[in-house]
Nanobody
């Protein structure tokens, strides 16, 4: 079973940037699609971004397009999310998740079977 540990969250002013990381244990990271989701208090968990197992395909939520970049380093078993021009609406707990083997960049949470514990991102206005 893969373990996912997010880091990089924190408090940032509106317009600022953060880079989230997700360290994965085990040998399956390099053949798994990966995704980022977020959940704000009182809201459902929502899709942020996804990347295919080789990194050749990415997918972004409309609300995040142009402001975030998902990437991965399979040699380091690490997933990243670079977030720029942050808004107060981006305040949430951000989770990384593992998708299927040799899969594309899907947005549905049901396509992911392992989740990290989350990292808090707070954007002050």
């Amino acid at each position: 079973q893969v373990q996912l540990v997010e880091s990089g969250g924190g408090l940032v002013q509106a317009g600022g940037s953060l880079r989230l990381s997700c360290a994965a244990s085990g040998p399956t990271f390099s053949r798994s699609a990966m995704g980022w989701f977020r959940q704000a208090p009182g809201n459902e968990r929502e899709f942020v971004a996804a990347i295919s197992w080789r990194g050749g395909s990415t997918n972004y939520a409309d609300s995040m397009k142009g402001r975030v970049t998902i990437s991965r380093d399979n040699a380091k078993n690490t997933l990243y999310l670079q977030m720029n021009s942050l808004k107060s609406d981006d305040t949430a707990v951000y989770y990384c998740a593992r998708g299927g083997y040799y899969s594309g960049a899907y947005s549905a949470a049901g396509q992911y079977d392992s989740w990290g514990q989350g990292t808090q991102v707070t954007v002050s206005s």
